[in-house]
């Protein structure tokens, strides 16, 4: 994985160790437990399916980083050039056809963002990357309310909306796998993570080439609770699961549409020593664009 990331996204020799001295400090964060692991597809038919789409993910200079996407809201009549900030395309190690990492904690997957140079996403750019519209946090967030009502207050007056168009077919994603048979409740030594190779189902991608936000992994995201906890300003909140999960097929556990917010699910503050780490929980990271200053937003 790390040779792969090292190649394709373009990373040096001592990002790849700060990588590794991370994931080497846990016993469990990996690409699964390799004894119990029944991998979904292999990285060969992943390659071979994004072949015969004609899959090309074209870069865009103003991420700086490769294999990224630039975030912006049509909306409000913005094109990539207003981006302030980009999103990995594919769940981290960030590269297509290999495995996502799994059995990670969200203070974990922060670092591991900034051992590349990026950062943990917020929960408003993952939602907007799926649904092709990045609102502005004042619209996204009720900041100074409980969490509860934050919640119900987003989720009361969202955009309902998938990745792939604006109804469910969960057909196009990465959804019918199955857990181990020893699986009856959470352990990494009774679930095997058996995911799909990042980016295997070309058609699960949103509107601005972002890969697999439905179905694989549901992947840690920082909840602010305030404007100054928001990643995109070098702040940290809350933990925020987003997405639905490799057996949603057989298993719809939620909702799963672009921008429901989930209820405050193992919440611990991002940078917690006992945050919540599990068999089909990973990541993605997002990164500021250079030069671009984030938008002013309302005191509540």
Known sequence: MLKRMRVMLELDDAKIAAVKAIMDKSEIMGQGNPAIVTYAMTRKECRERREAAHVVDVDDPICGAPLMAPLWNPSAGETEKDAKACIDRYEFPGVPCDYPVTWVSPRDAAALCEAIGKRICDAHEWEGACAGAVL??????????????????????????WAYGAEQDLKKCGTGSKKSKTCENSGWKK???????????????????????HGNVAEHMNMPMKLEELASRGGKGETEMKGSWFIFQRYAAHEDDCRWRAPDWHATKLDSYDGHANYHLGFRCCKNVEGAAPAPVPAP
């Open 136 to 161: 502005p946090p004042e619209k996204e967030y009720a900041f100074g309310k409980p969490r509860k009502e934050m919640k119900n207050a987003h989720n009361s007056d969202r955009e309902r909306i």
């Open 191 to 213: 679930c095997g993570s058996n995911t799909y190779p990042d980016g295997s189902f070309p058609e699960c991608k949103s509107s601005f080439g972002v890969y697999d936000q």
